[in-house]
């Protein structure tokens, strides 16, 4: 039996994405549940990726099945594509299994030729319509299938609108319509060389191969990496029956939410415009009406309307994103999906939904994607700052936040200027697909046109990138590189502020000013917690950060680098004099000044703590980072500390190393300098002490860093235990204390037995990990990471997301080793992984005891850990331990 590549509407349903596209799966079930959706077929997802594999070749097997389906199509709508009297019309559009607003490409008024605009006319009495349609179709086809240039037909349009003294394509005649569809078929002819296609047939194959070619073109494979999608999942071909919004003052067209993607308001969102196609709205070309103004346009629009959003919401349970036509007074609906949302409004909404009983505590859990919760966690603007701020302009609040940085018109400006180490906004008229590069690097986007479902506002969103759009009162001249305002001309270069909450643009800089979590975003995260069974810590040097992290939901410290305490100002002298000391002695009493800085460091830290676990980390960089280099900079010290410079240049230099993350570092210190790890020993107990007097429960763990063999802990273990022991007695109090290691060399993975038999925990420092698994120095690899991961090398950057494949089985080999040896051993992850929410996930299914990542990251280490506890529930309900 061969296999079925082509579906009819009536015989998918919602559960069929996978191979029917989000937007085909959506369609066959809108028509299951009895929604007016104009009728016709699916091209799946298989037989893009077999064109693929058929080298760009659509085989004999499936262009049978879309001729019989198409035979079927004019069958049910008693029209015939290309016929002179009744054409039937289709659109093509690209479905893929998860939304990709705009990346891909439609074409609209398939079906049209010289022959069959005259049927048009004929069937709908309308000749303006018909001859508009065509122009539209000829501009769209020759642009998505054929890839000439869309600014060539647009200069086309501009040009007679300007020579005729009209301000908007409504205002063309016929006339203007025939002749400016003859001009378009010359200019196809010029850049193509022959006629434009007047056989609809040829036309449909052209415009399904365009579809499945616009899975791989540059913006969706950016916008692919930029959200998680596979790149083997191919695209899905929607041929669909057209119906048209730009019919006259009866129909029209628009985009509507059931409820605010800004702020998840339960009421209806949207935008509609009278007179239009549907890419007239999303591409921000007009600027649309608001969607409450159908209401007095065509009440009983409007009303329909409404009852099949709410049909829509019920039925898939969550926010839709809705798209309509409505042709001669005919309500049609032409695609739903879940709608892209800012991280506010899906915490609003999941809330709301489990307030009234739609879906439980779990599956709101699961909605959220806990990177979008960055967006709740960063600065917004001082509102003192506010006051004294220039506004320029107020356009529409596309997307939350603030953001601050230098003005850019061209995306590749932009890329190229945040390379540089630039903060940037993206400034366009309206952005397009191809805008995606520059939009990810910019701090926000403010368009001159569109609304709040126009193409700027909807990505933006969806990113959790700050977007004002539609702010008409901005003369935007990306030609002139300049942005004016009355008589204030800003230049590209210049600093300006956005504020997507409110729709204002301000001149200059505004400081920034930190965030409050509570009110819908406290109650989810407590479902989180009631959910997740994996601690979630984090990486804190100072009291500051510790509290801002137990704000953020921390259970304890799961790093804290005691170095970051040695490079202030106060401090660096006494280190510098341990380091330069050629005696022990002399080194001791360096050692000696330093002790009641770490002594109120560890204090200060055990007290933000209030109880929870400390893991502290012994000092660990090279000492070489404690010693200026400059000739200057070393004369300047030689001078503060009586000695010669030439003789501190000596000493400089050789403790100089050639590859310094490789050398004198880590517990090697220790071992040859053991008096730094009991002058750290010794400031980590007498803090401790004090905090208890105070009545604080301590509950420090000692790391080691870079073990490589087990020896080297079992030199260093007596050294802490003593210290720590002795200084216990003298106070006369108790103290349960932990030592372990951070294991974060390859070797260490493979003794991990060994090293257990010492150890009370181990700390996996997956940075250091990461960088000798892969031999890439990460102060380097910057260099050719980005490359690696675009040409397929690597599929993403393993300093961000864990390479679980490689680096992870090192991991999971030091937990099967270290358990094996001591059951009872507590596990945890500190390197910057710990917050990226597939590590969390893949530390979860490893059975660590916690994740530990820095305090902005923390709600977002603990929801990802929560959803990890619910995928291993469903799946085989338990995880390893």
């Known amino acids: 039996m061969s296999k079925k590549f082509v579906y009819s509407f009536d015989e998918g349903n919602k559960e069929m994405r996978g191979l029917l596209g989000g937007k085909g799966a959506n369609l066959a079930e809108m028509t299951n549940i009895g929604l007016p959706v104009p009728q016709g077929f699916t091209i799946t997802t298989e037989a893009c990726n077999d064109y693929y594999d058929n080298d760009h070749k659509i085989v004999q097997e499936v262009l049978d099945q879309i001729d019989e389906k198409l035979k079927q199509l004019e069958k049910e709508q008693g029209k015939t594509l290309g016929c002179e009297t009744n054409p039937l019309l289709v659109s093509v559009r690209s479905g893929a299994v998860f939304s990709m607003p705009g990346m891909m490409d439609t074409i609209l008024n398939l079906g049209l030729n010289d022959t069959s605009v005259k049927g048009l006319v004929a069937a709908t009495n309308n000749e303006r319509f018909s001859y508009d349609s065509y122009r539209r179709f000829i501009q769209m086809f020759s642009d998505v299938a054929m890839e000439v240039p869309k600014y060539k037909f647009e200069n086309v349009l501009d040009k007679v609108k300007e020579e005729r003294g009209y301000g908007s394509d409504l205002d063309l005649t016929t006339e203007d319509l025939k002749l400016i569809v003859e001009e378009f078929k010359k200019i196809y002819k010029a850049e193509i060389g022959e006629d434009f296609p007047q056989d609809p047939k040829k036309q449909l194959m052209l415009a399904i191969e365009a579809v499945f070619r616009s899975w791989n073109n540059p913006r969706a494979i950016v916008y692919r990496k930029l959200n998680d999608i596979p790149g083997n999942l191919g695209t899905a071909v929607n041929i669909q029956s057209m119906v048209f919004g730009n019919m006259g003052m009866t129909s029209g067209t628009g985009v509507a939410f059931t409820r605010n993607p800004s702020t998840g308001e339960n009421k209806l969102f949207g935008e509609y415009l009278i007179?239009?196609?549907?890419?007239?709205?999303?591409?921000?070309?007009?600027?649309?009406?608001?969607?409450?103004?159908?209401?007095?346009?065509?009440?009983?629009?409007?009303?329909?309307?409404?009852?099949?959003?709410?049909?829509?919401?019920?039925?898939?349970?969550?926010?839709?994103?809705?798209?309509?036509?409505?042709?001669?007074?005919?309500?049609?609906?032409?695609?739903?999906?879940?709608?892209?949302?800012?991280?506010?409004?899906?915490?609003?909404?999941?809330?709301?939904?489990?307030?009234?009983?739609?879906?439980?505590?779990?599956?709101?859990?699961?909605?959220?994607?806990?990177?979008?919760?960055?967006?709740?966690?960063?600065?917004?603007?001082?509102?003192?700052?506010?006051?004294?701020?220039?506004?320029?302009?107020?356009?529409?609040?596309?997307?939350?936040?603030?953001?601050?940085?230098?003005?850019?018109?061209?995306?590749?400006?932009?890329?190229?200027?945040?390379?540089?180490?630039?903060?940037?906004?993206?400034?366009?008229?309206?952005?397009?697909?191809?805008?995606?590069?520059?939009?990810?690097?910019a701090e926000g986007i403010l368009t001159a046109r569109g609304g709040m479902t126009s193409h700027a506002a909807v990505v933006a969103r969806g990113m959790g990138k700050c977007c004002v759009a539609g702010c008409g009162e901005l003369r935007v001249d990306e030609a002139a590189r300049e942005i004016r305002v009355g008589d204030l001309v800003i230049k590209e270069g210049e600093y300006m502020s956005i504020d997507g909450s409110s729709g204002c643009v301000y001149l200059g800089q505004i400081p920034m000013t930190s965030v409050e979590v509570g009110g819908n975003f406290g109650v989810l995260m407590t479902w989180v917690d009631e959910i997740r069974d994996m601690m979630v810590r984090t990486n804190a040097d100072n009291p500051r950060d510790a509290k801002k992290a137990i704000e953020f939901g921390a259970e304890g410290i799961g790093l804290c680098r005691t170095e970051h305490m040695f490079f202030e100002e106060d401090r660096i002298p006494a280190v510098r004099k341990m380091i330069l000391a050629d005696n022990v002695e002399d080194r001791v009493k360096a050692l000696d000044s330093l002790l009641p800085f770490q002594r109120?460091?560890?204090?200060?830290?055990?007290?933000?703590?209030?109880?929870?676990?400390?893991?502290?980390?012994?000092?660990?960089?090279?000492?070489?980072?404690?010693?200026?280099?400059?000739?200057?900079?070393?004369?300047?010290?030689?001078?503060?500390?009586?000695?010669?410079?030439?003789?501190?240049?000596?000493?400089?230099?050789?403790?100089?190393?050639?590859?310094?993350?490789?050398?004198?570092?880590?517990?090697?210190?220790?071992?040859?300098?053991?008096?730094?790890?009991?002058?750290?020993?010794?400031?980590?107990?007498?803090?401790?002490?004090?905090?208890?007097?105070?009545?604080?429960?301590?509950?420090?763990?000692?790391?080691?860093?870079?073990?490589?063999?087990?020896?080297?802990?079992?030199?260093?273990?007596?050294?802490?235990?003593?210290?720590?022991?002795?200084?216990?007695?003298?106070?006369?109090?108790?103290?349960?204390?932990?030592v372990g290691t951070m294991i974060e060399i390859p070797r260490a993975c493979v003794t991990a037995d060994e090293i257990a038999e010492v150890a009370d925990f181990f700390s996996f420092g997956t940075n250091d990990l990461t960088q000798m698994g892969f031999g890439y120095s990460r102060d380097d690899a910057g260099k050719f990471l980005g490359e690696y991961v675009e040409k397929g090398v690597l599929e993403k950057d393993p300093f961000q997301v864990l390479d679980q494949r490689g680096i992870g089985k090192l991991v999971e080999m030091a937990v099967k080793l270290g358990r094996q040896t001591k059951p009872e051993l507590k596990l945890g992850i500190c390197g910057e992984h710990g917050g990226e929410p597939s590590s969390v996930e893949f530390c979860y299914n490893q059975g660590l005891n916690y994740v530990s990542c820095s305090p902005f990251r923390v709600p977002i280490a603990r929801l990802a850990a929560a959803q990890a506890t619910v995928k291993k529930r469903k799946g085989d309900g338990h995880r390893d331990k």
């Open 275 to 441: 007179n239009a196609q549907g890419e007239d709205v999303v591409a921000g070309i007009r600027t649309p009406q608001n969607i409450d103004t159908l209401k007095e346009d065509m009440p009983e629009m409007y009303n329909q309307f409404v009852e099949i959003t709410h049909t829509l919401e019920a039925h898939y349970k969550d926010m839709q994103d809705i798209e309509f036509t409505i042709e001669n007074g005919k309500l049609y609906i032409l695609q739903t999906r879940n709608g892209k949302r800012t991280a506010k409004a899906a915490i609003n909404v999941v809330v709301d939904l489990v307030n009234d009983g739609v879906i439980d505590k779990e599956e709101a859990v699961m909605r959220i994607e806990p990177n979008q919760l960055d967006q709740l966690l960063h600065p917004t603007f001082d509102t003192k700052a506010l006051k004294d701020a220039k506004q320029l302009a107020k356009g529409l609040p596309a997307s939350p936040g603030a953001a601050v940085g230098k003005v850019y018109f061209y995306a590749e400006d932009a890329v190229k200027q945040v390379k540089a180490g630039e903060k940037v906004l993206l400034v366009r008229q309206e952005t397009s697909p191809e805008d995606i590069e520059g939009m990810v690097s």
């Open 600 to 738: 109120e460091d560890f204090h200060g830290i055990f007290k933000a703590m209030e109880g929870r676990p400390c893991n502290v980390r012994l000092l660990d960089p090279p000492l070489h980072e404690f010693l200026p280099h400059e000739d200057g900079a070393i004369a300047e010290l030689a001078g503060q500390m009586g000695i010669q410079a030439s003789e501190l240049k000596k000493r400089v230099m050789d403790l100089d190393e050639f590859n310094p993350m490789l050398g004198h570092r880590g517990c090697r210190l220790a071992v040859t300098y053991p008096e730094i790890c009991e002058m750290q020993a010794r400031a980590i107990a007498q803090g401790a002490i004090l905090a208890m007097k105070e009545g604080i429960d301590v509950k420090p763990e000692i790391m080691v860093p870079l073990i490589g063999t087990v020896n080297e802990l079992k030199m260093l273990r007596p050294i802490i235990e003593e210290t720590v022991d002795a200084e216990l007695e003298k106070a006369g109090m108790k103290l349960d204390y932990t």
